[in-house]
């Protein structure tokens, strides 16, 4: 039994680190995210890298392969987050006004 609880947990750990999310670039509110992970994941790792950076968010501007290209969007900008199609932003970050 705990051979099979230690090989079960073993594996969880090598599949988490199957796919993985890295910022390539960062100039002003630009990020470069390369990524093989699914793509609500990489909205996800998105959003929280522009909220904390001091943004409301991603705002999803165009994937080429592997990579995404988002803008940090500030609430006074008076800016919209726009999600990866297909995928959602949390509703615990708001859209601008």
Same mark, same amino acid.
């Given at each position: !039994?705990?051979?099979?609880? @230690?090989? &079960? +947990?073993?594996?969880?750990?090598?599949?988490?680190?199957?796919?993985?999310?890295?910022?390539?670039?960062? !100039?002003?509110?630009?990020? @470069?995210? &390369? +990524?093989?992970?699914?793509?609500?994941?990489?909205?996800?790792?998105?959003?929280?890298?522009?909220?904390?950076?001091?943004?409301?968010?991603?705002?999803?501007?165009?994937?080429?392969?592997?990579?995404?290209?988002?803008?940090?969007?500030?609430?006074?900008?008076?800016?919209?987050?726009?999600?990866?199609?297909?995928?959602?932003?949390?509703?615990?970050?708001?859209?601008?006004?």
């Amino acid at each position: !039994m705990k051979k099979i609880l @230690l090989l &079960t +947990s073993i594996s969880g750990l090598v599949l988490i680190g199957c796919s993985s999310s890295q910022i390539n670039m960062s !100039m002003g509110n630009m990020r @470069l995210i &390369t +990524s093989s992970a699914a793509p609500q994941d990489v909205m996800d790792f998105a959003n929280t890298t522009c909220q904390n950076d001091f943004y409301q968010g991603a705002s999803f501007l165009s994937k080429a392969g592997k990579e995404y290209r988002f803008k940090c969007v500030k609430a006074e900008e008076n800016e919209i987050l726009t999600p990866i199609p297909g995928t959602t932003i949390p509703a615990d970050t708001p859209a601008a006004k």
